[in-house]
């Protein structure tokens, strides 16, 4: 008897979720965890394998809109909650999966496919690649100091019950997910995901908390954190666990930072999954003692080559011919013109000489502008057939601001 692939039944989610569980360790959620990732499935864009009554491959895809250089908002497939059981490896399982996703993500019209990998080489062979990077900061706040800019001191912070002001806060990160690619504009309901505290994921930890920063009686900031005590001989060693830390402004950012700092009876602020560039690190006495550890994070994959190069615009002029391979989405594979600049651009199909010759891959990891074409030039990924071509492209794809996923999925 053979597998059957399907789109997912809202009857048949208990035992999808449950084999997914089981193929990431079956380590059980809380129930309000459950409850709620069972509201966010998109269960028409997820799809499942079974053999007989049994779940055997799991994959969904959320209807997010990242934002990309020039601060477009582009419809992207956010793949999610892939698993294999493990009684059903090297059967194809998987790459059946992959096939059936993105010519769905295709058909709707989405130009972008987004995931974080669990282990990143699973991902390349169907055409994802690494495009932005996070920092996992653990700052020794009993040594180093912040050196705050004017206006610090203007603004007012102030205790408050998370959910009391979710509102305020997802107020803030609308602002900002205009300002840096990719963020993903909130879809309704993720916000309750960030309030979820079960006691049996805080190990040891406090419930979680809030501060928000204020001027002139409005929200410009907030930070979400957890205590962890702690203590030797000498006295108190607790940390800061930094959840959620986002603001407006140099001002309300270096706020919100000098008050992770300073709470009592704490030497210690671990912060992950933070931008690479985020303002609080040219801030800092000592940046050896914030042990700073930089990870992949989001892996983008160009479903429509020309649409999502349209849909960004460029730093610098850019008029180049690719020649992309992509033997996981032939219809990807050719020669496009790019023709951009700051304002816009356009990317059509040509049989002009191509200037650069790469695969989709290296489009995905450049695409965001936190991974530089000439780099994956100088590492043979990128092959340059017109002198030139190569520094014109990597300048134009870069960004000002490094692209940063401000939340898993």
Same mark, same amino acid.
């Given at each position: 008897?053979?597998?059957?692939?399907?789109?997912?039944?809202?009857?048949?989610?208990?035992?999808?979720?449950?084999?997914?569980?089981?193929?990431?360790?079956?380590?059980?959620?809380?129930?309000? *965890?459950?409850?709620?990732?069972?509201?966010?499935?998109?269960?028409?864009?997820?799809?499942?394998?079974?053999?007989?009554?049994?779940?055997?491959?799991?994959?969904?895809?959320?209807?997010?809109?990242?934002?990309?250089?020039? %601060? =477009?908002?582009?419809?992207?497939?956010?793949?999610?909650?892939?698993?294999? #059981?493990?009684?059903?490896?090297?059967?194809?399982?998987?790459?059946?999966? !992959?096939?059936?996703?993105?010519?769905?993500?295709?058909?709707?019209?989405?130009?972008?496919?987004?995931?974080?990998?669990?282990?990143?080489?699973?991902?390349?062979?169907?055409?994802?690649?690494? =495009?932005?990077?996070?920092?996992?900061?653990?700052? &020794?706040?009993?040594?180093?100091?912040?050196?705050?800019?004017?206006?610090?001191?203007?603004?007012?912070?102030?205790?408050?019950?998370?959910?009391?002001?979710?509102?305020?806060?997802?107020?803030?990160? @609308?602002?900002?997910? =205009?300002?840096?690619?990719? !963020?993903?504009?909130?879809?309704?309901?993720?916000?309750?995901?960030?309030?979820?505290?079960?006691?049996?994921?805080?190990? %040891?930890?406090?419930?979680?908390?809030?501060?928000?920063?204020?001027?002139?009686?409005?929200?410009?900031?907030? #930070?979400?954190?957890?205590?962890?005590?702690?203590?030797?001989?000498?006295?108190?060693?607790?940390?800061?666990?930094? *959840?959620?830390?986002?603001?407006? &402004?140099?001002?309300?950012?270096?706020?919100?930072?000098?008050?992770?700092?300073?709470?009592?009876?704490?030497?210690?602020?671990?912060?992950?999954?933070?931008?690479?560039?985020?303002?609080?690190?040219?801030?800092?006495?000592?940046?050896?003692?914030?042990?700073?550890?930089?990870?992949?994070?989001?892996?983008?994959?160009?479903? &429509?080559?020309?649409?999502?190069?349209? @849909?960004?615009? /460029?730093?610098?002029?850019?008029?180049?011919?690719?020649?992309?391979?992509?033997?996981?989405?032939?219809?990807?594979?050719?020669?496009?013109?790019?023709?951009?600049?700051?304002?816009?651009?356009?990317?059509?199909?040509?049989?002009?000489?191509?200037?650069?010759?790469?695969?989709?891959?290296?489009?995905?990891?450049? /695409?965001?502008?936190?991974?530089?074409?000439?780099?994956?030039? @100088? #590492?043979?990924?990128?092959?340059?057939?017109?002198?030139?071509?190569?520094?014109?492209?990597?300048?134009?794809?870069?960004?000002?601001?490094?692209?940063?996923?401000?939340?898993?999925?």
């Amino acid at each position: 008897m053979g597998t059957d692939l399907r789109v997912l039944r809202q009857d048949e989610w208990d035992e999808w979720y449950n084999s997914l569980l089981r193929a990431f360790g079956g380590i059980p959620e809380a129930a309000e *965890q459950r409850a709620l990732f069972r509201e966010l499935t998109e269960t028409d864009r997820s799809i499942g394998v079974w053999d007989g009554d049994a779940c055997v491959g799991s994959a969904g895809a959320f209807s997010f809109r990242l934002t990309v250089p020039g %601060g =477009a908002l582009v419809p992207s497939a956010g793949v999610t909650m892939v698993g294999v #059981a493990a009684t059903h490896r090297r059967r194809g399982v998987l790459t059946s999966m !992959m096939r059936r996703q993105l010519d769905d993500v295709r058909s709707w019209g989405e130009p972008l496919a987004v995931l974080t990998a669990s282990e990143p080489e699973i991902y390349g062979r169907f055409g994802y690649a690494a =495009a932005t990077h996070h920092v996992n900061a653990r700052i &020794d706040t009993g040594r180093v100091r912040l050196t705050v800019p004017p206006g610090t001191d203007d603004v007012r912070l102030r205790y408050a019950e998370p959910a009391d002001v979710i509102d305020a806060c997802e107020a803030v990160y @609308a602002q900002l997910v =205009a300002r840096r690619p990719g !963020m993903v504009a909130r879809i309704p309901g993720w916000e309750r995901l960030w309030l979820l505290d079960p006691e049996s994921s805080r190990e %040891g930890a406090s419930p979680l908390q809030c501060v928000v920063a204020e001027r002139d009686g409005e929200v410009v900031g907030y #930070a979400r954190f957890r205590i962890r005590a702690d203590w030797e001989p000498a006295g108190p060693k607790g940390t800061v666990l930094a *959840q959620d830390v986002d603001a407006l &402004d140099a001002a309300a950012h270096a706020a919100l930072w000098r008050f992770l700092f300073d709470i009592d009876l704490t030497s210690t602020v671990d912060a992950p999954r933070r931008p690479v560039d985020e303002p609080w690190q040219y801030l800092v006495s000592d940046i050896r003692r914030c042990s700073l550890l930089v990870r992949d994070s989001l892996h983008v994959r160009l479903v &429509d080559v020309g649409a999502a190069l349209e @849909a960004r615009t /460029y730093q610098a002029p850019v008029d180049v011919v690719f020649e992309v391979e992509d033997a996981f989405c032939p219809w990807n594979t050719g020669r496009w013109r790019l023709a951009g600049d700051a304002k816009g651009a356009s990317c059509e199909r040509t049989r002009d000489t191509p200037d650069l010759a790469l695969s989709v891959r290296e489009l995905g990891a450049a /695409y965001l502008g936190g991974v530089s074409l000439g780099a994956l030039g @100088a #590492a043979g990924r990128v092959r340059e057939l017109r002198q030139g071509a190569l520094t014109e492209a990597a300048v134009g794809f870069g960004s000002t601001v490094a692209p940063w996923l401000s939340h898993g999925f």
